[in-house]
């Protein structure tokens, strides 16, 4: 089962960027979708998080600049990510876990602030 994350690319400091991630249908009771991050040399970190009631949580150093929404009709999940920062530069992938507790993962995308 493989999620399909698209959105990335170059984005000069300050820019905006709106990644996607779509989980197959046969994937069933989706409760919590997020978005994880890894940067070159770095341990993969949590960037956001939705749960299926709209509940959300950020990582300290996104707040207020990057927004995570869902539509469960599309199994989809969204980052909107403004206020670019070079140590935004990433590679961003998302996460889906059902209420039984398993896990999918999508390829990454990679997100390059520079100028």
């Known amino acids: 089962v493989q999620l399909q994350a698209s959105g990335g690319g170059l984005v000069q400091p300050g820019g905006s960027l709106r990644l996607s991630c779509a989980a197959p249908?046969?994937?069933?009771?989706?409760?919590?979708m997020g978005w994880y991050r890894q940067a070159p040399g770095k341990q993969r970190e949590l960037v956001a998080i939705?749960?299926?009631?709209?509940?959300?949580n950020y990582a300290d150093s996104v707040k207020g600049r990057f927004t995570i929404s869902r539509d469960n009709a599309k199994n989809t999940v969204y980052l909107q990510m403004n206020s670019l920062k070079p140590e935004d530069t990433a590679v961003y992938s998302c996460?889906?876990?059902?209420?039984?507790?398993?896990?999918?993962w999508g390829q990454g995308t990679q997100v390059t602030v520079s100028s």
């Open positions: 249908g046969n994937i069933f009771r989706i409760n919590v």
């Open positions: 939705i749960t299926s009631g709209g509940t959300t």
């Open positions: 996460n889906v876990r059902t209420t039984l507790g398993t896990m999918y």
